[in-house]
Each structure stands twice: as structure tokens, then as C-alpha cells.
């Protein structure tokens, strides 16, 4: 996240919309979504807005019916507009920069996409592994539409998935000893599934359905070159920081090696008491934004002693307490690659998830998968366990991303089950 890019971006394909137009109608997808998190926001109302009687309240203050309602605070929760913490719903970072801050809105709008099969339920009557294949094999379709600049016949689409999930049993069957798999899902219920698919990414504004055919829509088109691509929207230059606010500061210098960021932050502090500095900084550490948690704790390690007592207090809050506790280690002389023994499992569990947060809001998808290996667990069931205990408002988020951008298919559907579980509050 701290690396500049060594290559220009690659530019979009030709009759790709510009940015501002594709946030444009991300924001009218989730424009429902929007507006139940802003009515939560309002309400502070402690209890999850889609469970009665809440959602009967929302339903009735925004003209919508309970089922909408439900539909959209879904859709509000995988897009990071709102977060649940304990039993109590909070605004989150993208919400409040809806209206101003485009990349914000297409990484949210992303965010759902890669969550499709999260918020269209896949048929009560299909095994399954069946679905699992099915998910794994949606991107080769994907591709496919995208490659077509225009729209696909459904049996084109089902012959591709019926190529591709006999591919992927093949690749699993060069397992030496593995269990070999089932037989292959007869036509009807890939057909079904297909359709339960592409009905999933209509839902999220990906696509567009025909009379028996498919068609991307340009936010879709969008997002499958951006996958294809490994990129992500690009930020605001860093440069002349002295003048603003903590939050754009750590915003501008998200992108710039740590010793240019640290000139910066020492240019920002110095045009500054002291000790309203720090109170900015932890106020920006307390956001939704996880990158800029991190990136405000590296400012404060350019305060120093100065910033010690208010760290410190700041260890007592669930958010900051690891980043407090390694400030503090550093602080009193440890080596930054030693600190992290100061944490708990529990909160270097949080601490992953919150980085994993970052990563996947502002990082490359290559950067989420290198994140994996970070993880104190030795074994992906074991870390995926203890994430899921940890009780971070942002794990959903952060496993479907991962399982989007993870090679290894094994590995992504076993995370993306973990996230499924998680979002549906099962074991």
C-alpha cells in the first residue's frame, strides 16, 4: 500500500465510461442502500434496522416495503456503508464520503459485486458443493461477456460453465490420494444455477438480462477489466499537505514510501500545537477507514513522547488498543519486528482483519493474498476460525475479498464459506 506504482496504469477499454460517470450508477444501485444507512445513522437506533420492528419503522419513513428494507441494509453491510458493532449499527467511512469521493463509491459498489453470491441465495434444493463450483467458475464467465463487448446467448454461457466446472473437477482429481469428486451436475441444474448466477449479478448492477441472453452493463464491463487488470482506482497525488485537515493529509500521503511520508508528517506537525495534533490524529485513528488507522499511528510515531499519555489512553478502545500497544512497545525501546509479541492472539486477530480491511479497500488484490501470510495462525482453517471469533464489523468484507482474489481454488472456497457463515451468523 506504501509502494508507487512502477508502470502506468492501463488504460480502460475504449468506450469505457470515465470515472465519475461509473460512480454515477454505482450510486444508483445502491441508492436504496444509501438511504437506509443514512435513516440508521439518524436513528441510532441500537438494534440491526432489518429485523422487526426496526425494519417496519424504516420501511415506513422511506417508503419502502420490508422486504426492501431488508434487501438494502444487506446490500448497505457488504458495501462497508455501515457497520455492526455488538448489536449496534455505525455509519461507515464510505457513507460519509458518498456524495464526494467517487473512488469511494466504486469500491464499495466492488465490494458488493464480489459479494453477488451473498445477496442473490443460491436454490435451497441444489448440493452445495454444486453451488461452489458454480461460484468458482462465474469469472470465466465473466470474462466471456466481457470479451464479447455486447450480449451472449444463455447456452453460450452454459456451455462455458459446463466446460469450466469440468475443468476444475479435473484439476482437483490430480490431487495424489484427494477425494475424487461427485458426478458433474446434470444440464438442469447447471442451467438452474447459471441462472441463479447471472439473476445474482443483475441484482448488483453487473449485468443486464435479455430474452435468453446476457449482456455486462458498463459498471460490470468495469469491474471485470479492473479484476482482470489487478489495478485499483487510483488516489490523489500527494503533495502540499501543511494546510489540511489530518484525515486528507493521511489520505494524500497513502501512496508514498515511508520515508517521504514521515517528511510529511513532520511538515504537517510542525505547523501545529502539539497536542491538538495528536487529538486530530487519534480522532482520524477512530474512523471507519482502516488505512488511515494505521497511517495515523505512523504519524504519531513522528510525535513521540509527546503523544504517550494520549496513546496510551487510547489502548483502552477495542479499535485502537493493538496499534496503541505497538506504539507504546516501539516507544519504550522495542524492535518494531519484536513488538507484535505485546498482542494477544485475540488482537493480533483484529489486527490482521483491520490491516485485511485496508488492504482490501485501498491495495491490490496481490497485496490480500501476500496479507494471508502474515496471519500469527499456521493454518488457514485455524485462522479462518479465530477471525470469525474475533468479532471484527468488517470480516465479511474482508473474506470475500479475499476469496475473490485468491488463486488457489480450494483455499477461496473455504473462505468464502467461512464468509458466508459469518454473514448469516452460523457456526
Given at each position: 500500500?506504501?509502494?508507487?506504482?512502477?508502470?502506468?496504469?492501463?488504460?480502460?477499454?475504449?468506450?469505457?465510461?470515465?470515472?465519475?460517470?461509473?460512480?454515477?450508477?454505482?450510486?444508483?444501485?445502491?441508492?436504496?442502500?444509501?438511504?437506509?444507512?443514512?435513516?440508521?445513522?439518524?436513528?441510532?437506533?441500537?438494534?440491526?434496522?432489518?429485523?422487526?420492528?426496526?425494519?417496519?419503522?424504516?420501511?415506513?419513513?422511506?417508503?419502502?416495503?420490508?422486504?426492501?428494507?431488508?434487501?438494502?441494509?444487506?446490500?448497505?453491510?457488504?458495501?462497508?456503508?455501515?457497520?455492526?458493532?455488538?448489536?449496534?449499527?455505525?455509519?461507515?467511512?464510505?457513507?460519509?464520503?458518498?456524495?464526494?469521493?467517487?473512488?469511494?463509491?466504486?469500491?464499495?459498489?466492488?465490494?458488493?459485486?464480489?459479494?453477488?453470491?451473498l445477496v442473490h441465495p443460491a436454490p435451497d434444493d441444489v448440493a452445495p458443493a454444486s453451488v461452489a463450483e458454480v461460484v468458482e467458475a462465474v469469472p470465466q464467465v465473466l470474462s466471456l461477456l466481457q470479451l464479447s463487448a455486447g450480449p451472449v446467448l444463455v447456452p453460450a454461457l452454459l456451455d462455458l460453465l459446463q466446460q469450466r466446472v469440468a475443468e476444475l473437477r479435473e484439476e482437483r482429481c490430480e490431487v495424489p490420494d484427494g477425494p475424487r469428486p461427485g458426478p458433474l451436475p446434470g444440464p438442469y441444474s447447471l442451467a438452474r444455477l447459471l441462472d441463479w448466477a447471472l439473476e445474482g449479478l443483475a441484482a448488483v448492477g453487473a449485468l443486464t438480462l435479455g430474452e435468453g441472453q446476457a449482456t455486462l452493463t458498463p459498471l460490470g464491463n468495469w469491474a471485470v477489466w479492473v479484476k482482470l487488470e489487478q489495478i485499483c482506482v487510483a488516489a490523489q497525488s500527494p503533495a502540499g499537505h501543511i494546510e489540511q485537515s489530518a484525515e486528507d493529509m493521511l489520505r494524500g500521503c497513502a501512496r508514498l514510501t515511508p520515508g517521504p511520508a514521515r517528511a510529511e508528517y513532520r511538515a504537517w506537525l510542525a505547523a501545529r500545537p502539539v497536542?491538538?495534533?495528536?487529538?486530530?490524529?487519534?480522532?482520524?485513528?477512530?474512523?471507519?477507514?482502516?488505512?488511515?488507522?494505521?497511517?495515523?499511528?505512523?504519524?504519531?510515531?513522528?510525535?513521540?513522547?509527546?503523544?504517550?499519555?494520549?496513546?496510551?489512553?487510547?489502548?483502552?478502545?477495542?479499535?485502537?488498543?493493538?496499534?496503541?500497544?505497538?506504539?507504546?512497545?516501539?516507544?519504550?525501546?522495542?524492535?518494531?519486528?519484536?513488538a507484535t509479541d505485546v498482542l494477544t492472539r485475540e488482537e493480533s486477530t483484529w489486527l490482521w482483519v483491520d490491516t485485511a480491511a485496508a488492504v482490501a479497500d485501498h491495495g491490490e488484490s496481490t497485496l490480500l493474498v501476500r496479507h494471508l501470510e502474515s496471519a500469527v495462525q499456521g493454518t488457514v482453517p485455524a485462522l479462518l476460525d479465530e477471525v470469525r471469533a474475533v468479532g471484527h464489523p468488517r470480516t465479511v468484507q474482508v473474506l470475500v475479498a479475499l476469496a475473490a482474489a485468491h488463486p488457489d481454488p480450494a483455499l477461496a472456497k473455504a473462505v468464502r464459506r467461512a464468509a458466508f457463515q459469518v454473514h448469516t451468523g452460523g457456526a
Open positions: 500500500m506504501t509502494t508507487r506504482r512502477t508502470r502506468p496504469a492501463p488504460r480502460p477499454p475504449e468506450g469505457t465510461p470515465p470515472p465519475a460517470e461509473l460512480a454515477r450508477q454505482a450510486r444508483s444501485v445502491l441508492a436504496d442502500a444509501v438511504r437506509i444507512a443514512r435513516w440508521a445513522a439518524v436513528e441510532r437506533d441500537p438494534r440491526d434496522p432489518a429485523a422487526a420492528p426496526a425494519h417496519e419503522r424504516a420501511a415506513a419513513a422511506l417508503d419502502l416495503t420490508p422486504a426492501q428494507v431488508r434487501a438494502g441494509w444487506d446490500r448497505a453491510r457488504l458495501a462497508g456503508l455501515v457497520e455492526l458493532h455488538g448489536d449496534t449499527a455505525r455509519p461507515g467511512w464510505r457513507l460519509r464520503a458518498w456524495d464526494r469521493d467517487d473512488s469511494a463509491v466504486l469500491r464499495g459498489w466492488v465490494a458488493l459485486f464480489d459479494a453477488w453470491s497536542r491538538s495534533a495528536v487529538t486530530e490524529l487519534l480522532t482520524v485513528a477512530r474512523g471507519q477507514d482502516a488505512l488511515l488507522r494505521g497511517l495515523a499511528f505512523e504519524a504519531l510515531r513522528v510525535v513521540g513522547a509527546p503523544a504517550e499519555a494520549a496513546v496510551r489512553a487510547a489502548a483502552e478502545e477495542v479499535f485502537l488498543r493493538p496499534y496503541a500497544l505497538l506504539w507504546l512497545a516501539e516507544h519504550e525501546g522495542a524492535d518494531p519486528d519484536e
